[in-house]
């Protein structure tokens, strides 16, 4: 029996302990502890606050227990504590609750990539167990709650991309003695960085790049022995590197690029940081040379010291890089003069990964480096724009095949476009703008069929264009502007069906007709053809470029008439037909051009009337119908009501309705006045303020005004929307001079007998011109001392021609 109690009751314990075993949570869910419920608690309350969610949240309901909800993780040794809520890219709307640091047993809390706003809660600084804290590209506001330094296990903080979020980094931050990775890149974080991070000695990335953060670096930022990762891009920070940055042997990556940093890089720079792979300092201040020793950072892939004030030679040996990648020297003021200071292309031949080297705007000199075609054939990047080197692209730059962009543009590279460019088959963008390039451009163009934008302008480019240049069936833009190009536009060109942004072919001496292809061009914005020789008729086809927004064809010989299809180019904002033999009058439906903001027709040989349909034009700024033999009264409305409209009008038979009420003679219209837009004129007077008025008379009030951000000073006489603009006369009226004023006060001072002289002299100069050297004759009618102006340098004008008589042929004669 005893036998049978005892195996019975083992048995029974057996039994129990494998049930148990079999169900611990089923158990523990039957009695859990006050605790628990706070979990489940703090969920619920988390759930209340969020707004939108991909249905993710729809789990989170009775039918299950909280552990098996989504994105909840519960404990294995605490079998109801939520150890983990990862709820990232679950598009998450709403805020972030402060229930939540009633979790504490939280190890993971991972909501990156959701669109939550509002404040991170300080409550979060329960959570001692967080270890890892995701909160990446949320658009969180407010500030980091310094309550987070509490969360002693945090090894990981990352909450880069809230743009909203402000304030500076807590010092505490400096106290978690866990923290390993501190990631706070792009948000708005003002302030400096706390050096309490020099004290983080676990730390090995911090990214603090692309916020607001001023001050210097913290001087201790050698002290995190384990730092390898910094990065502190696009801030303010200024100041100089830190020397303890160069004790950091763990860092292999370094960016402090777009800040305002300055001072020399150490000479020593190869002993120290030597597991660098990527080191970064565009766009700063630093000087001085390229330490020579930098040859020694042999895991070295990228070295950007773009736009900054480095100067000297590039060192020889750069071949030592064997990893080097990225080599980025652009816009500095670095040196090449002869071929031994050349020798670093040489030498980066050596470099067999090497994908981008730019080294352009720079003041490097003499011929370009043959060896360059040398250069690893996994190069895809080549910028050597805008220095002083001189020769020929080398014959066997087709070598290069990786490239995608090469880029020679603004130097003083002479003949010709080698044949061998065609080989270049991957290249997206190819600029030799600006250089001395010259004879024929290569048929073997046609051959770049991945080419998206091509830029040879401002060349000694001859020849006709090669029709190939239609196989460029990628090409969004094309530039060959200011060339000696000859013979027809290839109709080949007009088939490109890609060419979307421009198409230039501007300033060159290209003859015949414009093709009626043109109509082909149904996606392209901007069309330049301005001087050459083009003549016929501007085909009807054009109106089938219905994006066009700039259409340029003056200085042609383009004659008939202006085609009504014009009115089909819905988008087009200017249209330049200057100086042509166009004939004809001018449709009257240009005006349905709702986006027409300047309208160029000038010299031409346009009749009849101007058709008042245009001066109702509602998009008009800029008009020019000057040297036709236009007829017709020039309405008030539209573009003439508007002071930034040009109304350069100067045709034969015109009429105004405006004052003088005579024809414009031509002499008047010659005359290239400078126009200022209104808001210029608003913005000068500060909107016409009466501090500023000068003086007010029968045709308006004067105002005193700064033009271009406050360099010019001038008056502005004006009225509704039309306003004069003068020089401004700063020693105001001769009067002022010679007389007491009526209050009795005091003369402006003395005038020496040389000003009186001088103004005297430009008094007599002045008159002359009315009566003798200008066509009609003036004549004043009102002369005397409080119209005659001085300026700055106490020069006369002549002023106020308010009561003037202008005086026509007839009257002339009888003078
Ligand atoms: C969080 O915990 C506090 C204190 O234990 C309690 O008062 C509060 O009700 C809890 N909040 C939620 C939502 O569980
Ligand atoms: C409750 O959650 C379960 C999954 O846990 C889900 O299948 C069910 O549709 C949810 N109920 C509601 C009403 O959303
Ligand atoms: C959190 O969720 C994301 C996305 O579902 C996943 O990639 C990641 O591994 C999860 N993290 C953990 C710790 O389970
Ligand atoms: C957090 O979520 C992101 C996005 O799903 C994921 O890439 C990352 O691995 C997650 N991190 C952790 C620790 O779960
Ligand atoms: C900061 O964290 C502590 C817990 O460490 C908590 O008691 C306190 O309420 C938190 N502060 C705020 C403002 O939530
Ligand atoms: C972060 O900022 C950098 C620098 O301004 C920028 O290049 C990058 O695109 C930004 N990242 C995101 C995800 O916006
Ligand atoms: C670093 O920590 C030590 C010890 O806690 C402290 O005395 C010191 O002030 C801290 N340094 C900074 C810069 O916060
Ligand atoms: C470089 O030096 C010139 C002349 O001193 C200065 O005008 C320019 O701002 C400097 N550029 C940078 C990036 O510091
Ligand atoms: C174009 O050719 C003319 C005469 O042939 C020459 O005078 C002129 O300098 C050339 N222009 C350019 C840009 O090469
Ligand atoms: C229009 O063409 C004329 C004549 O070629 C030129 O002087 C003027 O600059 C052009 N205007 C614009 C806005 O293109
Ligand atoms: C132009 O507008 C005026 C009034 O603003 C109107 O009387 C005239 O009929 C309009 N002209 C045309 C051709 O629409
Ligand atoms: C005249 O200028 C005003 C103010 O800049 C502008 O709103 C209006 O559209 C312009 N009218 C014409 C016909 O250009």
Redesign the pocket.
């Known amino acids: 029996m005893q036998l049978l109690l005892l195996t019975t009751m083992h048995l029974l314990q057996l039994l129990l302990l494998t049930s148990a075993v079999a169900t611990t949570s089923a158990a523990a869910g039957l009695y859990p502890s006050s605790h628990d419920h706070d979990d489940e608690r703090a969920l619920v309350a988390f759930k209340a606050k969020i707004s939108g969610h991909s249905g993710v949240l729809d789990s989170w309901n009775q039918s299950t227990s909280y552990c098996s909800w989504e994105g909840v993780t519960c404990g294995r040794r605490h079998p109801w504590r939520v150890v983990a809520l990862n709820l990232s890219s679950q598009g998450l709307a709403g805020t972030i609750s402060p229930a939540i640091g009633n979790l504490t047993f939280l190890r993971l809390l991972n909501l990156s990539y959701n669109s939550l706003h509002g404040e991170i809660p300080a409550s979060i600084g329960s959570l001692r167990r967080l270890q890892r804290l995701y909160l990446v590209q949320n658009t969180l506001t407010g500030v980091i709650p310094g309550n987070i330094s509490r969360c002693i296990s945090l090894r990981e903080i990352r909450i880069q991309h809230n743009i909203g979020l402000q304030g500076s980094i807590p010092?505490e931050i400096?106290?978690m003695p866990s923290l390993s990775v501190l990631q706070l890149s792009n948000n708005s974080i003002t302030g400096t960085i706390?050096?309490?991070l020099?004290?983080l000695s676990r730390l090995t990335m911090l990214s603090l790049a692309a916020n607001y953060l001023e001050g210097s670096i913290p001087a201790?930022i050698g002290n995190n022995p384990y730092l390898g990762f910094l990065q502190l891009s696009h801030n303010n920070l200024s100041g100089r590197l830190p020397p303890s940055l160069f004790n950091l042997s763990s860092l292999y990556i370094f960016y402090a690029a777009f800040n305002q940093l300055h001072g020399h890089l150490p000479s020593d720079l190869g002993k120290s940081l030597p597991r660098i792979q990527q080191f970064g300092i565009a766009g700063n201040r630093f000087t001085g040379a390229l330490p020579p020793s930098l040859t020694n950072l042999s895991r070295l892939q990228l070295l950007d010291l773009g736009a900054n004030n480095f100067t000297g030679v590039v060192p020889a040996e750069l071949g030592r890089l064997q990893q080097l990648e990225m080599f980025a020297l652009e816009e500095n003021i670095l040196e090449a003069n002869n071929e031994e200071e050349w020798e670093f292309i040489d030498s980066l031949v050596n470099c067999s990964r090497l994908k981008e080297l730019g080294i352009g705007s720079n003041k490097f000199s003499g011929k370009l480096p043959g060896l360059l075609v040398n250069l690893s054939t996994n190069l895809q990047l080549l910028q050597i724009a805008n220095t002083n080197i001189s020769g020929a692209i080398p014959p066997d730059i087709g070598n290069l095949e990786g490239l995608e962009m090469l880029d020679f543009g603004e130097n003083l590279l002479t003949g010709v476009i080698p044949e061998s460019i065609g080989k270049l088959t991957r290249l997206l963008v190819l600029g030799l703008n600006s250089n001395y390039l010259s004879r024929h451009l290569p048929s073997s163009i046609g051959n770049l069929s991945s080419l998206l934008q091509l830029y040879a302008g401002g060349n000694s480019l001859e020849g006709p264009i090669p029709p190939t240049i239609g196989n460029l069936s990628k090409l969004l833009g094309l530039d060959l502007s200011y060339n000696n190009l000859t013979g027809l536009i290839p109709n080949q060109i007009m088939e490109l069906p890609s060419i979307t942004m421009f198409l230039d072919l501007s300033n060159n001496m290209l003859e015949g007709p414009l093709p009626s292809e043109v109509g082909s061009l149904v996606h392209l914005e901007q069309l330049f053809l301005s001087r050459n020789k083009l003549s016929g008729e501007i085909p009807d086809t054009i109106g089938n470029c219905r994006v066009m927004e700039i259409l340029s064809m003056d200085g042609n010989s383009f004659q008939g008439n202006i085609p009504a299809t014009f009115k089909n180019m819905a988008s087009l904002t200017v249209l330049n037909l200057t100086d042509n033999k166009l004939d004809g009058s001018i449709p009257g439906n240009l005006a349905t051009l709702t986006n027409l903001q300047e309208l160029y027709l000038g010299h031409n040989n346009l009749s009849g009337t101007i058709p008042e349909l245009l001066f109702n034009s509602t998009s008009l700024l800029r008009l020019d119908l000057s040297y036709n033999s236009l007829q017709g009264e020039v309405p008030k409305g539209g573009v003439f009501k508007n002071l930034t409209g040009l109304s350069n009008v100067s045709n034969n038979a015109l009429k105004s309705k405006t004052a003088p009420k005579k024809d414009l003679p031509p002499q008047f219209a010659k005359v290239e006045l400078p126009i200022v837009p209104y808001n210029d004129i608003l913005k000068g007077t500060d909107g016409f303020s009466e501090a500023n008025v000068l003086g007010k008379g029968r045709y308006g009030t004067v105002y005193k005004g700064t033009l271009e951000n406050q360099a010019i000073v001038v008056a502005v006489k004006g009225q509704d929307f039309r306003a004069l603009v003068f020089e401004f006369m700063a020693n105001g009226s001769l009067d002022r001079w010679i007389h007491s004023n009526l209050e009795g006060q005091n003369r402006q001072g003395a005038l020496s007998l040389s000003q009186r002289l001088d103004i005297a002299v430009d008094i007599v100069d002045a008159l002359d011109y009315l009566h003798n050297g200008c066509q009609p004759l003036i004549i004043h009618c009102d002369l005397n001392p409080s119209n005659i102006l001085l300026n700055q340098d106490m020069r006369a004008r002549v002023g106020d021609f308010g009561i003037a008589r202008v005086l026509d042929e007839a009257t002339t004669n009888i003078l």
């Open positions: 010092a400096g106290n706390p050096s309490s020099t004290n201790g």
